[in-house]
């Protein structure tokens, strides 16, 4: 009951006011921390696997002890001398996401995954968290950082993997900073990465609220080449040498396109200004996947590449969840618990969504409508989302988080992007 009660008040206390000052706490330096999530359905570990300092700090210097979503993780960070909390991170994993799998309930695994912090200036206490679909804490580890350790590998000092700048942002030290990161490109087709760089880039921009912020980006093309060309499928029996050893088929569902090479990732980045990612993949086959604060990775040689890579950027940017029902078997939403997504409900707390924004006169549940100006713009109550067709609602008939069709994001999934980029730029 503790735990859900710690849970609650940082979901819920996530926009208040934070005092934390970066310069006392903080050099100008990334702190980036390597786990191995590991076990099965019944039960979960974290071990630490290595430190490394980057040499700068391109997250968030301001709000430093709130988070903006709860997400399935917390990472906090705490000063060792005085107790107080200099640092919280929320995050989600495809660990998380496998556990819920009937594989899951058959064998142990072990999975990479990678964090970045601030570089604490003294020694510092780090607790990172993993939590159920019901938010009850299942897993828990606190180690210490101490800055001064000779076993913290210096990384990105030499030998950077080239990149290209394709947007500056207006203010470089209080904005977002995306890296597109090749996968799958050989040397060669390296200028057709760069063209697909671009292209995501402006799908994303013609969307709101992105287009109104647009100069709050900066916006990087990490060009790494990889041996093959292409990405591995292992349903058609192809694995391929490429950079990321990103393939299809992850946890047997076919479109669903990772890397587990979590590590390999950031350290092909290391030295090169980022905190969000997007890996493009040179493939025509449709796929992709997106996890909260970790990676959205998107096929490229597509007719539905502009709107999958927009809509996986809102699973790992936005924390935003879909919409469409998707099967009912092993679900990830229950009806004792509100989602941590923004654009999802159970009902369980709809006053802290998007209850503000239905007129009164809607119906709830909303019944869907056959006039195609109503279906992106009239929020109320859908049911349907979240993978399930029953007992979770979205906020409009359709949304980019729903469909490929449907030109923009709805009201609820802007704003609650909106106020994403607001708390990473904030002053």
């Known amino acids: 009951m503790k735990r859900l009660w710690i849970y609650a008040i940082l979901a819920l206390a996530c926009f208040s006011a934070g005092a934390v ?25 974290i071990f630490l696997d290595q430190l490394s300092r980057l040499p700068r700090w391109w997250g968030r ?70 939590r159920d679909p019901h938010h009850r804490v299942t897993s828990t580890l606190t180690h210490q950082v101490v800055p001064t350790d000779i076993l913290i590998a210096h990384r990105g000092e030499h030998n950077v993997t080239p990149y290209v700048t394709l947007q500056a942002a207006a203010d470089t030290t209080r904005c977002i900073h995306i890296a597109y ?21 402006e799908a994303l921009f013609a969307h709101e609220p992105f287009k109104s912020l647009r100069d709050r980006f900066n ?27 990103s393939h299809f088929d992850t946890f047997y569902s076919k479109r669903y396109l990772t890397t587990l090479y979590l590590k390999q990732l950031h350290n092909v980045l290391a030295g090169i200004p980022y905190e969000h990612i997007i890996i493009l993949a040179n493939t025509e086959h449709y796929g992709g996947g997106g996890i909260y604060n970790s990676y959205n990775l998107t096929y ?43 654009n999802l409900t159970t009902l369980r707390d709809f006053a802290s969504k998007w209850a503000d924004l239905v007129d009164p006169s809607t119906p709830c549940p909303t019944p869907e409508s056959q006039d195609s100006t109503l279906m992106t713009r009239r929020v109320g109550l859908f049911e349907g989302g979240g993978y399930l067709s029953k007992d979770v609602y ?34």
């Open 300 to 342: 490229t040689r597509g007719k539905h590449f502009r709107p999958v890579v927009v809509h996986e950027f809102g699973h790992s940017f936005a924390g935003l969840g879909d919409e469409y029902p998707y099967g009912d078997d092993d679900p990830r939403y229950f009806s004792d618990v509100e989602p941590w997504e923004p």
């Open 181 to 201: 990161v090749a996968e799958g490109y050989t040397e060669a087709e390296m200028p057709q990465f760069i063209e697909h760089c671009r292209e995501a880039m």
């Open 21 to 45: 000052d970066f310069d006392q706490y903080f050099v100008d330096a990334t702190l980036r921390v390597d786990y191995s999530f590991a076990g099965d359905s019944e039960r979960q570990e």
């Open 219 to 245: 916006i990087v093309a990490v060009t790494c080449p990889s041996h093959d060309s292409g990405v591995s499928d292992p349903g058609e029996g192809i694995w391929l040498n490429t950079a990321l050893g």
């Open 394 to 427: 979205r906020p409009t008939q359709d949304c980019r988080m729903r469909t490929n069709s449907v030109p923009e994001f709805c009201p609820v999934c802007q704003r609650a992007i909106r106020r994403l980029i607001d708390f990473y730029t904030a002053p």
């Open 61 to 130: 210097h301001a709000r430093l002890d709130e988070a903006p979503l709860a997400g399935d993780g917390t990472i906090t960070m705490r000063d060792h001398r005085s107790g107080n909390v200099i640092y919280v991170h929320t995050f989600s994993s495809l660990f998380q996401e496998w556990i819920s799998t009937a594989e899951a309930k058959q064998v142990r695994k072990a999975m990479e995954n990678v964090f970045l912090l601030p570089m604490p200036r003294d020694t510092a206490d780090v607790t990172i968290e993993l």
